[in-house]
């Protein structure tokens, strides 16, 4: 028997990537697609992939409720989700919700999904799942493993796709002020910086650019170590750390934003060592429509559901 999924902000990037991923599993039933936007299309339009002859729809939160889906996924700008996690709460709590935005990343009650990092077991039968942001997923592969070593905080300087600001205009997503630019923001107190720092229980520092490409993400990590490291010592931690696990490719290569783009999962590499084998820095690319939030989001709902990631 297929489970039956609901989308609530299907007209974006990654409600695109969302609809092409439920639709090519057969465990999966898409019910609905939720988008004012897009309300009376067919889905198909949008992606061919659902052959189902869905059309958009808008549905408010007392709607999507009440469709009685098996699990809402909610793809939503941040702010935006809390009217439908109300009305899910009060009519159908045993409903899997996962929420992609920044919602409920720093709520206890909520289960936060990086199961190659913070393990697999509390998403078994989780009902509320919120979905890490993608610089803060490639931050955390890249400094995870040396967690334990660190003497000092870890520094992330992050660069991004116009993608990951979403399809609302502004000039983070304008292509003429993206070119033959990149473009600094937030330098202080980012989402994402607060959300690493969390997650990893040390401080994090991270400044976040956009540039000219449309998809991907790279991350450069400089970790200060109590204790110095060999590159191969290095490498060897975190291929053991990332053993068995099938989104994540550990390699000596630097890896750049193109060998993340289109990519379901991460790579993680470069290991460069200082001379004194004190200071490191891990490179750790993903594409943040996929790994860094739709593919993220299906391993969540799927072990949420006992499904196969």
């Not at 400044?207 to 290095?234: C, Y």
Request: hydrophobic share 45%; glycine share 10%; proline share 6%.
């Amino acid at each position: 028997m297929r489970q039956r999924i609901g989308l609530v902000g299907a007209r974006g990037h990654t409600g695109r990537e969302l609809l092409r991923l439920i639709a090519a599993r057969d465990d999966l039933e898409l019910v609905f697609a939720s988008s004012r936007e897009l309300a009376g299309q067919p889905v198909c339009d949008m992606a061919p992939e659902v052959t189902s002859g869905l059309l958009f729809e808008s549905l408010s939160p007392d709607a999507v409720a009440d469709r009685g889906a098996d699990a809402v996924i909610l793809a939503l700008p941040n702010g935006a989700a809390h009217s439908f996690v109300a009305a899910i709460d009060a009519a159908r709590p045993d409903t899997v919700i996962v929420d992609l935005s920044a919602d409920y990343r720093f709520d206890d009650d909520w289960t936060y999904g990086l199961p190659e990092i913070h393990g697999r077991d509390a998403l078994r039968g989780a009902k509320r799942i919120a979905n890490p942001g993608c610089y803060a997923t490639a931050g955390q592969l890249a400094i995870a493993p040396l967690r334990d070593w660190l003497a000092a905080q870890p520094h992330v300087f992050g660069v991004s796709g116009y993608s990951g600001a979403g399809t609302t205009p502004s000039r983070k997503n304008d292509i003429e002020a993206l070119r033959d630019n990149l473009m600094p923001y937030a330098l202080t107190g980012h989402l994402h910086e607060r959300e690493m720092s969390r997650q990893m229980g040390i401080e994090v520092r991270f400044t976040p650019h956009v540039a000219a490409f449309f998809r991907g993400i790279v991350a450069t990590v400089h970790l200060s170590l109590a204790e110095p490291v060999t590159r191969d010592a290095l490498i060897a931690l975190y291929e053991t750390a990332y053993r068995g696990e099938p989104l994540v490719r550990v390699t000596g290569e630097t890896p750049e934003v193109r060998d993340g783009a289109d990519l379901p999962g991460a790579v993680v590499g470069g290991f460069g060592v200082s001379a004194d084998g004190r200071h490191v820095v891990i490179v750790s690319t993903l594409d943040n429509l996929l790994k860094g939030a739709a593919v993220q989001a299906m391993q969540n709902l799927c072990l949420a559901l006992d499904l196969p990631e």
